[in-house]
């Protein structure tokens, strides 16, 4: 994504995304609110933070696409694992998959999710299909988490062990990544969550605890 793609798309702040009743920065509309946390203004916040959003989505993105591409990847080398094709092209593909996992994949994920999470705040994309994102990322993750299991029994484990066949694991994989791509770019309005009430209104009890006054 080029920058001013990028840029464009996080300083116009789209309905969707953020508080609602935000207030705004004096000219720096491009930045987001600013809020403290009894609910006064703030006067103008510290603007560079919002200018990171544009290098963080490109972060963010860069980083998404290294990890889902190395997801597809690494299922297909796995099935590749196979004492018939000798032991100099053993060597090379258990090589290539363990270094490609642990040195690219995994540290692209840990990436993608770090920039997504930091995102969040500064877009304050505290809405419904951002939340039903999560949902999907979390069958990434555990997606990626038996990815590597089957990385270790394979190769480093004693016995015999097989890479199961890479079509059906590819296939569940479409699922959560075409889900998140729909998500995340159509952003739907998928109205609220419901929460029981008890949770959305004050009871009007005392903490057990003291809490400092301002
Ligand atoms: C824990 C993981 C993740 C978090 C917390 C997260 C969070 C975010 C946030 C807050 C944005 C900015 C939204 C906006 O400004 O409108 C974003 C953008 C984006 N995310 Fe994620 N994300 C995560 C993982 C992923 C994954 C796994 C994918 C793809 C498979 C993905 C695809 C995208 C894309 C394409 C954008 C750019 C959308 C746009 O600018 O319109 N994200 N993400």
């Known amino acids: 994504m080029g920058s001013h793609a990028a840029g464009r798309s996080a300083a116009r702040r789209a309905d969707h995304v953020g508080a609602g009743d935000a ?8 930045f987001g609110p600013t809020r403290l946390a ?3 203004r703030a006067g103008c916040r510290v603007s560079w933070v919002y200018g990171l959003i544009p290098h963080l989505k490109a972060l963010h993105v860069g980083m998404l696409v290294l990890w889902c591409g190395g997801l597809f990847a690494l299922p297909l080398m796995l099935a590749r694992h196979e004492p018939a094709i000798g032991q100099g092209d053993y060597e090379r593909i258990r090589r290539a998959t363990h270094y490609a996992y642990t040195f690219c994949v995994t540290p692209a994920a840990v990436l993608a999710i770090a920039s997504g999470t930091a995102l969040i705040f500064l877009r304050e994309a505290f809405v419904t299909w951002m939340f039903a994102k999560l949902v999907f990322v979390a069958l990434l993750v555990s997606f990626h988490v038996w990815v590597g299991y089957v990385l270790v029994a394979v190769a480093e484990r004693a016995g015999a062990h097989r890479a199961p066949q890479p079509v059906l694991p590819l296939l569940l994989l479409l699922l959560p990544v075409l889900g998140i791509l729909a998500l995340v770019l159509a952003k739907p309005e998928l109205g609220e969550i419901p929460v029981p009430g008890w949770l959305t209104e004050p009871m009007g009890r005392q903490l057990p605890f ?3 006054r301002r």
């Open 38 to 40: 009894g609910g006064r």
């Open 23 to 30: 207030a705004l920065c004096g000219d720096d509309r491009a």
């Open 210 to 212: 003291d809490v400092p």
